[in-house]
C-alpha cells in the first residue's frame, strides 16, 4: 500500500537526519565545523520541524529507543499473533465435536472473512500495522484451518493445490498492507505447492515432496530470482525477504543432499551424489557472499557466510572426527575460526 511505502522513506529519511544532527555534534566537538549563531538555530529548528512533521504524518521513529522499542513492538506483534492462532486452533479442536456439521461450515467460512474485515478496519487507524499484522496471522491461520478441516468434513481427497490456495492469500494480505511475515508465510506455501507438484507428476504421492530436497532446491533458487525481475517501488524491503526464503530453501536443501545422496533423482551413486552436492554448497555459497558484497546486501553476505562456516565444519567433522582427539579437534576448529575471523577482516577492509 502507498502509505507503507511512504513510511519507509519517511524513516530513511528521519535514521538520515538523526545522523546528521550526530555527525554534526561530532565535528563541531572536533572543531572541524562549528556553526554560527545565526546558523545553528536554523539548522535546530529545521531538524526539529522535519521530525516532528514525519513522526505525525508517519508515526516512525525518530531515536534510537523509539526504534528498539519498535522492533519489540514487532516481535510482540509475530508473537501475539502466533498465540492466537494456536488458541483458535485449541479452542475448535476442544469444542468441535460439539457442533453440528452445518455449524462447523459456517464457522469455518466465517471466520477469516470476520478477520478480513477486522485488518481493513484496523490498518484505518493505526500506521504502524502492528495489531493488522497480528489479525493478518489469524486470517492465514483461520484459512488453513478452514481447508483443512472442511475437506475433512466432506470427505475431500488431499492435494497441493492447499498450499497454492494459501500462499495466495498470504501474498495478497502482504502485499495490500505491506506485511513482510505474511509475505514469507505465502512464499514458503508456493515453495510447498511448487516442490509438491513436481514430486506428484513424477508418480509419487505428493505429501512425500519434503524428503526430494532436489524439488525444494529448485523452488528455492526460482524465489531467489524473482526480485530480479520484479521490482517493489512500494515495497523497497521485500526483496530482502524473497531472499531468505529462497536462500534458506536452497542452503538446507544442499544440506540435506550433503548425507542424503539416496533421496536425490540423479542416476548416479549415492556417495557420488553426496560429494557432487557438497562442491555445489561451497560454491553457492560463495556465489552468495560474492554476490552480496557487489550489491551491498548485507543479509544475503551474512548468510551465506553463515552457511558457507556450516558446510565447512560439517566437512571437516567429515574429515576427522572419526580418528582426530576431540580436543584437538576442537581446537582445530577454534583455529580455523580464528582464521576465518582474520580472512573475512580483510574482506570487509578491500569493500570499505
Not at 23 to 48: I, S, W, Y
Amino acid at each position: 500500500m502507498p502509505e507503507a511505502a511512504g513510511r519507509t522513506d519517511a524513516q530513511t529519511r528521519a535514521d538520515r537526519l538523526r545522523i546528521f544532527r550526530e555527525e554534526l555534534a561530532e565535528l563541531e566537538r572536533q572543531q572541524v565545523l562549528v556553526l554560527t549563531a545565526e546558523q545553528r538555530p536554523g539548522v535546530e529548528a529545521f531538524l526539529d520541524q522535519t521530525l516532528q512533521e514525519l513522526a505525525r504524518q508517519y508515526d516512525i521513529d525518530v531515536n534510537p529507543s523509539q526504534k528498539q522499542l519498535s522492533l519489540g513492538m514487532r516481535i510482540v506483534s509475530a508473537l501475539g499473533g502466533l498465540a492466537l492462532c494456536a488458541a483458535v486452533f485449541l479452542f475448535f479442536y476442544r469444542f468441535w465435536g460439539l457442533i453440528p456439521t452445518v455449524g462447523q461450515a459456517a464457522i469455518l467460512v466465517a471466520t477469516p472473512l470476520l478477520g478480513l474485515a477486522a485488518m481493513h478496519f484496523a490498518s484505518q487507524y493505526e500506521r504502524t500495522l502492528y495489531f493488522t499484522g497480528l489479525i493478518g496471522l489469524v486470517v492465514f491461520a483461520s484459512f488453513v484451518l478452514n481447508l483443512v478441516v472442511l475437506g475433512q468434513l466432506f470427505n475431500r481427497i488431499s492435494s497441493p493445490n492447499a498450499f497454492l490456495a494459501w500462499g495466495a492469500l498470504a501474498l495478497a494480505l502482504g502485499y495490500t498492507y505491506g506485511l513482510r511475515l505474511l509475505l514469507a508465510a505465502g512464499l514458503i506455501s508456493w515453495l510447498a505447492f511448487f516442490s509438491a507438484t513436481i514430486v506428484s507428476w513424477s508418480g509419487a504421492w505428493w505429501e512425500s515432496f519434503y524428503s526430494r530436497p532436489e524439488r525444494i532446491l529448485t523452488g528455492g533458487a526460482l524465489i531467489v530470482g524473482i526480485p530480479i525481475w520484479l521490482h517493489h517501488p512500494k515495497h523497497e524491503d521485500f526483496p530482502g525477504t524473497y531472499r531468505l526464503i529462497g536462500l534458506l530453501a536452497v542452503f538446507l536443501s544442499l544440506l540435506t543432499l550433503w548425507y542424503a545422496g539416496t533421496e536425490s533423482f540423479l542416476p548416479l551413486e549415492p556417495k557420488s551424489i553426496e560429494r557432487l552436492y557438497q562442491v555445489v554448497a561451497f560454491i553457492t555459497a560463495a556465489f552468495t557472499i560474492w554476490a552480496g558484497i557487489r550489491h551491498n546486501l548485507t543479509g544475503t553476505v551474512n548468510l551465506g557466510a553463515a552457511f558457507f562456516t556450516i558446510f565447512l565444519y560439517a566437512k571437516f567433522v567429515d574429515w576427522w572426527w572419526d580418528w582426530m582427539p576431540k580436543y584437538v579437534f576442537f581446537f582445530v576448529i577454534g583455529a580455523i575460526a580464528i582464521g576465518l575471523l582474520f580472512a573475512f577482516r580483510k574482506i570487509r577492509s578491500a569493500i570499505a
